[in-house]
């Protein structure tokens, strides 16, 4: 993963071993206007183009519920990302800010997570507005907005820290 | 990881292969006052208490910047969940609610995200407040709050459409 020729000035990464902590299954694909990195957006916008999360049959029936949320939280891995940078120049300008001080899809774990809008569901296909990634993105997973979910379940000792 | 004697009422599992489609890297852990999973709240809080994400030394650089940001967001991998569930009874009563409209740590990809408020950061720790996981969570990411942060780089076709 290190190619210590594709860095722009004064960015920086690290030696790192193969990652083997814990295994991610795709869920689905993630289909937008994209298919090349320059013309993804920099940030989704809820007013954005239809983009649809496409899921694989076996989850159809974990979307039960998820129609009452305007707005969802989506996940999905950004796979053609490099993983061991931890400067980066975001204008090949010789600035550099760290990995964790940017939402670059270059990042240890390449996880995106964006708030869309929930346009709707037909059968186990979202329609969603806000997304930025390419076109073929797997995605990781999908829940409501935290801001508008309310848990299911009463309160816990830890709530009332 | 299916054992259909843990199942609350009407909930539903499904049969899978092991994952293996992507892998991660924890990049450190995740120190919170809370030891057992019935202790934790439901949802974390911006005046709950101090916790602290303790990130490993090949990191520490990848920090520069993130000072500069009241909230992040950080990721993390619910390492004790069962990841086969596709309806879900929070209440033990029956009623089930799909895996994607509950924010559950039970999910095929079990990545918890949390908006947290950064309190000070020293060395390689970040002291942060609004956490609801448990003690010894492995840390997969660390980003800035995506309605704090702007784009350092310039815009792109694809965020006029």
Request: a negative charge; hydrophobic letters at 30%; charged letters at 30%.
């Amino acid at each position: 993963m290190t190619d210590p020729g594709d860095l722009r000035p004064n960015e920086e990464a690290v030696e790192l071993e193969p990652a083997s902590d814990a295994s991610l299954r795709f869920i689905g694909t993630i289909r937008t206007p994209w298919r090349d990195r320059k013309d993804c957006p920099r940030q989704g916008k809820l007013d954005g183009p239809e983009c649809q999360l496409v899921l694989d049959p076996v989850w159809h029936q974990a979307l039960e519920g998820l129609e009452n949320y305007d707005t969802i939280e989506v996940l999905y891995w950004l796979d053609q990302s490099r993983r061991d940078l931890i400067r980066q120049s975001p204008i090949s300008d010789g600035q550099t800010f760290g990995t964790f001080a940017l939402r670059s899809p270059v990042r240890p774990n390449p996880i995106g997570t964006s708030m869309v809008k929930l346009v709707r569901i037909e059968k186990g296909t979202l329609v969603v507005r806000g997304l930025d990634c390419l076109d073929e993105t797997p995605l990781l997973d999908i829940k409501p907005d935290r801001c508008a979910f309310s848990p299911k379940a009463p309160d816990k000792p830890g709530s009332r820290d």
